[in-house]
C-alpha cells in the first residue's frame, strides 16, 4: 500500500485524527515511507542542501560541501554529525530547586543533590532540542550514530544522496 | 531411580538442548534451519497451525482466570500461558502479562540442565512449580506453574503458567517489598519443586505452601487456575498432533521459532536505521535514615546506561555495561528478569503481531554486567523488587528504538518511555470491627497496572493505560480492590494535575487517590516508586520526563469528627504548597520527597495520598498548540501556573461558560519571552563542561552520586575509560572517597 502524501503531511503536522492514525499503526508499513518523508521534509526546509537522514524533530543530517553534518530547521549548522550535536547548544543546567520548581510543583521534581535536569537549545533559533535529567556530574549522552553508508548501500539498496 | 532418555529419537533432553544451542551458534538460525519449508509448502496450513495453538493458549487463559479469585488475576488479568519446546524455547504466547513468557523458558532450561530427567524424573502429569529469580522468574511474586506434555514416550513440550501473587510471604504483607534486602527476606521460594503427579497437585504441598503466604484462599486458587490453563494447554495440544500428525508437529514447533527470530531482524531493518543508540536512567533508594539493618543504611542511586548496536544484518546487541552495583536492597535483578523486560518490550516496539515467541529473544545479543544491578551473581541477595530498576532501565530500550523509528520516517512508532508501574501501595491489616473482624486484609492496589505512557511524535501519550510488563494493562475498579483491602477504602480517585511530562506533544496524564484507615489494627504501609530523580529516561527531542511522586500521609486527624459534622475532606492533593491534606484536617501531616518509603504503622482515620505516574513529553512544549493546551486545562491535566511557565500559555477560567480561554496575544507575547530566558540563562558547551567538571573534582557531589560513579567506573572498563576522557581525568583517576 503506498501512503497517500497528504496524509502523511496531516500526520506529521499532528492534524491526523485517532481513526486515520490508528491504521497507520496497525497495518504494514509502506515500503516507500522514509522517502515520503524525507520528500515532505525538503520541500519544508527554507535551505537546499540534501537530507541525507532526519535526525530530530528539528535536526537533520545533511550534505554540505562533501561533508555530512547536522543543521537546524532555522539554518543553525552543528558541524560533523559523528560529534554528538549537544555539545555545540547552549546548555541551562537546572541544578537548584528554584529552578526545578520554575517547572515542577514542589515535590513532583528531581532533588539537586541526586540530579539534575540540562536542557540543550539551538543557539541559531533556541527551540528546545534535548532534556536531559542526569546526576551532576554526568557525562553529555550522545544518543543516536547511524551507520549512513551500511543504511543506504546495504539495507535500501543504493547509494546515499551525497554519493549519487 | 531408574530413568529413560525422555527425548526426541531416544536422546535425553540435556543433549537436546546442547544441540539446539550448538546449531543456534553454528548455523545462526534456530535449530539450523535454512528454509521454513513448512510455511513455503502450505502457507495456509502454517498458519492455521499457528493459529489454534495461538487461540488455544488465549482461551486458556480466559478461561483459567475464573478459577482463581485474587482480583489481580481476575480482574485485571496479571496472568499468561505459554507453550514450549522440550528444550524450553517458547512457541506460542497467550495475552496478559507477557514478561513472564521468557522468564519461564529460562525455568525450563534450568530444569534441563540441572538434570531433572534423571532426578526427580519428569513424567507425563508432573507438575512443577518455579518463583526462583535464580532460575528465570522476576521475583518471588510471580509464580510459575510448568508441565510437561508428553506424545507417547517422548517429551515434546511444555505448557507453563504465571500469576502474580497478592503476596509471597515476605518480611512484611505485600507483593513488591521494598524491605526485603536478603533472599532470605524474599518470602517463599520454590526452585523448580515437583509439586504434583498424576495432573494433581499433592496435598503436603498445599497444606505447607498455603501455611507460608498471608493469603492461602488465593494461593491455592491461584494454582489452581495454573494448573488448569495448563492441563488446556496440553488437550489442545494433543488435539493439534491428532489433526495435523506428530511429524508435522514437531517439525513446525522449531520452523515457528526461526520465523520469529527472522520476523525481528526483517522488522528492525525496516523500520530502525543501523547505528549505535545510547540512553541513560536511574533510580533512587534513599534508605539511609529509613532501613532497618545496618548493611542497608545508605542512600543509593543506580545508573542504568543503556546501549543497543543496530548492526547491517538486522540483528542487534543491548547492553548495560556501565551500571552501578548491585547491593543489600531489594532492586537487584537476575538476569531471567533483565531477559524477561527485554523481551516484552520487543513485542510491543517491533514484533507485535506476528509469530511472537522466543525467536525474538535468539535475534538479540545481551550483556548483563556481572556485579551490577543486572546481574549481582549473588544469589543471597534479596530480588523482592527488581522492578525498582528493570522499570526505569528499559525505559532507554523504548527511546533508543525509538531514534530509529525518528529517523526512519515511522514517526506514529516513538514512544520515548512510559511512566513507573510503581507507587503500588502496599501492606496489610487486621479487621477489628465489622462482619470480618479478626481477618486479615492485604492491600495491594494494582491500579499500578494503568500508567501514562510517552508521547509520540505526533499525538499525545495515552492517560493511565499502559504497563510495560502487561500490553492489556488495565488500572480496575475502585470497588474491585476495595473487596481485599477493605480496611483502606478511597475516599477519591480523580486526574492529577501536572504528572503528565510536558512536550509538543504530552506524555499520558494519570489519577491521585486519596484513602483512609477504616476498622482495622496492626496496620502496616509502604510504598515503593522513584521521588527524588525523575523516572527513566526521560522525554525525547526535548521533551520533558514526566513528574516525580512523593508521600503524603496525616496520622492523628480528626477524620473521623469531620464525617459526623459532614464537613470538607481532602480528595486531592493538586497544589503541593496549598494542600487539602494541610487546609481540611487537624493531625500530624507529613510530606516526603521521595517515593519509596520503608513500613510504617497506621491506624484507624489515617489518611494517605497516592498517586499513579505520568508518561514522558516529546518536543518543544512552547510548540504545543494552543488548543491542546485549552483541552489539557479544561481536562484538569494541567493548572495555570504549569501552562504558564512551561508552555507560555496565558489562559483564564471562563465562570460562565466553565471553559478555559487562551488568550493568544499574550501567549505568542510570553512565548518570545521565553525564548529570551533560554539565550540569557544558557551557556556554552565549554563553559557547562568547565562547570560540571568542577562539581567532581571539587567534592560537591553527594556520597551516593560519588557511589554510583565509583561502582560503574570498577565494573566497566568502557565506560570508565569513555567517562574519563570526557571530563579530561588521567588514566588513574578515581572518584574522591576511593
Known amino acids: 500500500m503506498k501512503e497517500d502524501k497528504k496524509t502523511l503531511q496531516r500526520m506529521l503536522d499532528g492534524q491526523l485524527p485517532w481513526e486515520q492514525l490508528k491504521p497507520i499503526i496497525g497495518d504494514h508499513k509502506d515500503p516507500n515511507r522514509f522517502d515520503a518523508i524525507i520528500e515532505i521534509l525538503q520541500e519544508k526546509l527554507n535551505w537546499k542542501e540534501p537530507i541525507i537522514l532526519p535526525l530530530h524533530e528539528h535536526l537533520y543530517i545533511v550534505s554540505k560541501n562533501g561533508e555530512r553534518i547536522v543543521k537546524c530547521d532555522c539554518g543553525y549548522e552543528f558541524g560533523d554529525y559523528r560529534i554528538n550535536w549537544k555539545t555545540k547548544c547552549k546548555i541551562r543546567v537546572r541544578d537548584t530547586f528554584e529552578a526545578i520548581e520554575e517547572l515542577y510543583p514542589k515535590d513532583m521534581g528531581c532533588d539537586p543533590e541526586w540530579e539534575e535536569l540540562r536542557e540543550y537549545f539551538c543557539p541559531g533559533c533556541f527551540s528546545l532540542l534535548d532534556v536531559e535529567a542526569v546526576p551532576p556530574g554526568y557525562p553529555v549522552i550522545f544518543n543516536f550514530l547511524p551507520e549512513i553508508d551500511v543504511f543506504y548501500e546495504n539495507w535500501l539498496g543504493r547509494k546515499p544522496p551525497d554519493k549519487e | ?738
Open chain 2, 1 to 738: 531411580m531408574e530413568s529413560k532418555n525422555i527425548g526426541w529419537n531416544g536422546k535425553s533432553l540435556k543433549s537436546m538442548l546442547e544441540e539446539s544451542e550448538k546449531l543456534l551458534e553454528d548455523k545462526k538460525s534456530y535449530y539450523g534451519i535454512e528454509h521454513l519449508s513448512l510455511k513455503e509448502e502450505n502457507p495456509f496450513r502454517y498458519e492455521r497451525a499457528y493459529a489454534s495453538l495461538r487461540g488455544a493458549l488465549v482461551s486458556a487463559r480466559e478461561t483459567a482466570l475464573h478459577v482463581a479469585a485474587s482480583p489481580i488475576v481476575t480482574e485485571i488479568g496479571e496472568l499468561c500461558f505459554g507453550l514450549y519446546t522440550p528444550e524450553g524455547d517458547s512457541i506460542a504466547v497467550s495475552t496478559g502479562i507477557l514478561v513472564h513468557i521468557h522468564t519461564m523458558s529460562e525455568g525450563i532450561k534450568f530444569m534441563i540442565r540441572e538434570g531433572y530427567e534423571e532426578n526427580p524424573t519428569i513424567n507425563q502429569g508432573d507438575i512443577f512449580l518455579n518463583n526462583d529469580p535464580q532460575c528465570g522468574n522476576v521475583h518471588t511474586t510471580d509464580v510459575q506453574t510448568l508441565i510437561p506434555i508428553f506424545w507417547e514416550e517422548e517429551l515434546i513440550g511444555w505448557a507453563g503458567g504465571v500469576t502474580h501473587q497478592i503476596d509471597i510471604g515476605g518480611i512484611t504483607p505485600g507483593h513488591t517489598l521494598v524491605s526485603s534486602i536478603q533472599r532470605f527476606d524474599d518470602g517463599a521460594y520454590y526452585t523448580c519443586l515437583k509439586i504434583g503427579s498424576n495432573d494433581k497437585i499433592w496435598r503436603d504441598h498445599m497444606i505447607s505452601a498455603k501455611k507460608a503466604v498471608r493469603s492461602p484462599m488465593y494461593w491455592e486458587l491461584d494454582e489452581k487456575c495454573r494448573l488448569a490453563g495448563n492441563l488446556m494447554i496440553r488437550d489442545a495440544v494433543f488435539e493439534f498432533i491428532e489433526r495435523e500428525g506428530i511429524e508435522y508437529y514437531k517439525k513446525f514447533i522449531r520452523e515457528a521459532i526461526e520465523e520469529g527470530r527472522q520476523i525481528l531482524q526483517k522488522r528492525v531493518k525496516e523500520r530502525l536505521i543501523p547505528g549505535r543508540y545510547r540512553a541513560s536512567s536511574f533510580m533512587d533508594l534513599p534508605m539511609k535514615h529509613q532501613a532497618w539493618v545496618p548493611l542497608a543504611k545508605e542512600n543509593r542511586i543506580s545508573n542504568h546506561p543503556l546501549e543497543i548496536i543496530v548492526k547491517e544484518d538486522g540483528k542487534f546487541s543491548v547492553s548495560f555495561d556501565g551500571a552501578s552495583a548491585g547491593g543489600a536492597n531489594a532492586f537487584n535483578c537476575d538476569k531471567g528478569a533483565m531477559e524477561g523486560g527485554q523481551w516484552v518490550l520487543l513485542t510491543q516496539v517491533l514484533i507485535y503481531g506476528d509469530k511472537v515467541n522466543d525467536g525474538a529473544y535468539y535475534a538479540v545479543e545481551k550483556n548483563y554486567p556481572l556485579g551490577s544491578w543486572a546481574n549481582p551473581g549473588d544469589p543471597y541477595l534479596s530480588y523482592q523488587a527488581p522492578w525498582g530498576n528493570l522499570i526505569p532501565a528499559y525505559t532507554a530500550m523504548m527511546k533508543c528504538l525509538s531514534y530509529g523509528l525518528f529517523a526512519r520516517g515511522f514517526r506514529e512508532e516513538v514512544v520515548p518511555g512510559y511512566g513507573f508501574t510503581g507507587d503500588s501501595i502496599q501492606g496489610g491489616g487486621i479487621f477489628n470491627a465489622g462482619p470480618l473482624k479478626g481477618e486479615r486484609w492485604m492491600l495491594s492496589t494494582f491500579e499500578i497496572s494503568g500508567q501514562g505512557l510517552g508521547a509520540s511524535a505526533v499525538r499525545d501519550g495515552l492517560n493511565w493505560g499502559y504497563a510495560m510488563w502487561n500490553p492489556e494493562s488495565d488500572l480496575g475498579d475502585v470497588e474491585t480492590w476495595e473487596l481485599f483491602q477493605g480496611g483502606i477504602p478511597y475516599l477519591s480517585r480523580k486526574v492529577k494535575p501536572n504528572v503528565a511530562g510536558f512536550g509538543k506533544y504530552r506524555g499520558g496524564g494519570n489519577y491521585g487517590s486519596v484513602a483512609f484507615i477504616a476498622n482495622s489494627e496492626k496496620v502496616e504501609f509502604f510504598a515503593g516508586r522513584e521521588g527524588l530523580v525523575f523516572h527513566g529516561s526521560g522525554g525525547m527531542h526535548g521533551g520533558y520526563p514526566n513528574s516525580t511522586s512523593y508521600r503524603l500521609q496525616a496520622t492523628n486527624t480528626n477524620l473521623a469528627e469531620i464525617f459526623q459534622n459532614k464537613q470538607d475532606y481532602p480528595i486531592s492533593d493538586d497544589d503541593t504548597r496549598n494542600g487539602e491534606f494541610e487546609r481540611f484536617l487537624e493531625g500530624d501531616i507529613e510530606r516526603k520527597p521521595y517515593g519509596t518509603i520503608y513500613p510504617i504503622s497506621l491506624h484507624n482515620y489515617d489518611i494517605i495520598h497516592f498517586s499513579e505516574s505520568g508518561g514522558p513529553g516529546y518536543g518543544d512544549p512552547l510548540e504545543r498548540k494552543l488548543e491542546s493546551i485549552k483541552q489539557d486545562l479544561d481536562d484538569g491535566l494541567y493548572t495555570p501556573e504549569t501552562v504558564n511557565n512551561v508552555f507560555g500559555v496565558v489562559a483564564k477560567y471562563e465562570k460562565t461558560t466553565k471553559e478555559w480561554e487562551i488568550d493568544v496575544e499574550e501567549s505568542t507575547k510570553h512565548r518570545e519571552e521565553i525564548k529570551k530566558e533560554r539565550e540569557e540563562k544558557s551557556m556554552n558547551f565549554e563553559e557547562f563542561w568547565k562547570y560540571e567538571r568542577k562539581k567532581i573534582t571539587e567534592g560537591e557531589l553527594s556520597e551516593h552520586v560519588n557511589r554510583m560513579y565509583s561502582e560503574s567506573l570498577k565494573l566497566s572498563k568502557t565506560w570508565s575509560k569513555e567517562f574519563k576522557e570526557f571530563w579530561k581525568f588521567p588514566e588513574d583517576f578515581q572518584m574522591g572517597g576511593d
